[in-house]
């Protein structure tokens, strides 16, 4: 995986083709006479305008359209529901791929809902920070029997949350990107991966997150240098690396997610990944630093669009203060309406 940031590049352009179209280059005499006699250039702020609304309208058109269309397969049996997904053009969608993707993640956080949002830590990971960090480690098998442990669910029975989103990597195998912007294409792609792989998580499969975490960042590469998709993919690589126990490259991917959730001014993101961080600093035994880290990210979530994971944070850092013997800090926090941040010390 890249070691380091790249700079942020503008899809400013990708955006103004998809846009506006062909370049005169490649417009007909007939269309460029038509421009010309209307004083239209290629980036007057009158074609700018409509091509831009006539972009957001048709998208906003096929999301409505999106809601139907996934409800009209939800009831359908598998291999019909395969064979339309596959055959029937009229589902072949930006919006449809992003529909199914949406239901995906909302399927991955249903059964632990402390979870939070796309791009969170997996299931997985309530297990492995509840554990001290000088414990051996024996939630998943190792050597032939984590093979023959790890394969039934990936073969015979894929979670809803992982055959949604392998719904949705169908779908965007038979759009055209042209009329989306290959680059914005990729960036879903990348999107669409990423939730598989979380999935995947899910379900105790890490070489198959493994892959899919491989293939996220392959599409990152080619798309518009999105900087949320960048750090959604972030978060993931630090949930598969604290899975394995790798802590220093988990720190080093949730950091970084961090950094692009700031750039992006997102406050809230930003205070998620820092209650991430806070997650990996406990598995790894530094409790100390995990209670500052958690009480910066409580201080930056909004409570009301986490209010879950903002009180399993709460009951970490609880625990935490308790454990290092902290008793009277353990019991103020204990006592702290979930709304209100804690203080910091």
């Known amino acids: 995986m890249p ?26 005499a007939e269309t460029e006479r038509a421009a010309a006699t209307e004083g239209d250039d290629f980036l007057s702020p009158n074609r700018l305008a409509q091509g831009a609304w006539a972009h957001l309208a048709r998208l906003e058109r096929e999301r409505g359209e999106a809601v139907f269309l996934v409800e009209e397969l939800r009831d359908l049996p598998a291999e019909e529901r395969r064979l339309r997904l596959e055959k029937d053009p009229g589902l072949h969608l930006w919006a449809v791929a992003e529909r199914l993707l949406a239901e995906s993640n909302e399927l991955r956080q249903e059964p632990a809902l ?6 969170a830590p997996p299931r997985a990971l309530a297990a492995i ?11 998943e098998p190792s050597g032939s029997g984590r093979t023959a442990t790890l394969a039934p669910p990936t073969v015979a029975a894929p979670s ?15 759009i055209d990107p042209t009329v989306y912007g290959s680059s914005c294409v990729e ?15 899910d379900d105790d499969e ?5 892959h899919e975490l491989f293939l996220a960042y392959e599409h990152l590469e080619m798309g518009s240098g999105d900087i949320l998709s960048r750090a959604q993919m972030l978060e993931f690589e630090a949930a598969l690396r604290l899975t394995q126990r790798r802590f220093g490259e988990a720190l080093t991917a949730i950091d970084r997610a961090s950094r692009s959730f700031r750039t992006a001014r997102d406050r809230h993101f930003e205070g998620l990944s820092q209650l991430r961080r806070a997650e ?3 598995a790894a035994g530094r409790r100390t630093e995990a209670i500052d880290t958690c009480r910066k990210g409580l201080a930056l979530i909004d409570s009301d669009r986490a209010a879950l994971e903002g009180r399993r944070a709460r009951r970490f850092l609880v625990q935490d203060l308790a454990t290092l013997g902290r008793h009277d800090e353990a019991a103020a926090e204990a006592a702290r309406p979930p709304t209100l941040a804690p203080e910091e010390t």
Do not use: K, M
């Open 3 to 28: 070691e380091q940031d790249p700079p942020s590049p503008s899809y400013l352009a990708d955006l103004v083709r998809q846009i506006l179209g062909p370049s005169s280059a490649g417009r007909p």
């Open 114 to 119: 402390d979870l939070g949002q796309p791009g």
């Open 129 to 139: 920070t509840a554990t001290e960090a000088n414990e051996e480690f024996t939630a």
């Open 160 to 174: 809803p949350a992982a055959r949604l989103a392998t719904e949705a990597l169908g779908v965007l195998d038979r």
């Open 187 to 201: 960036d879903l792609y990348a999107q669409c991966h990423t939730a598989l792989g979380l999935a995947l998580l």
């Open 206 to 210: 890490p070489e198959g997150a493994e």
């Open 280 to 282: 990996i600093l406990r």
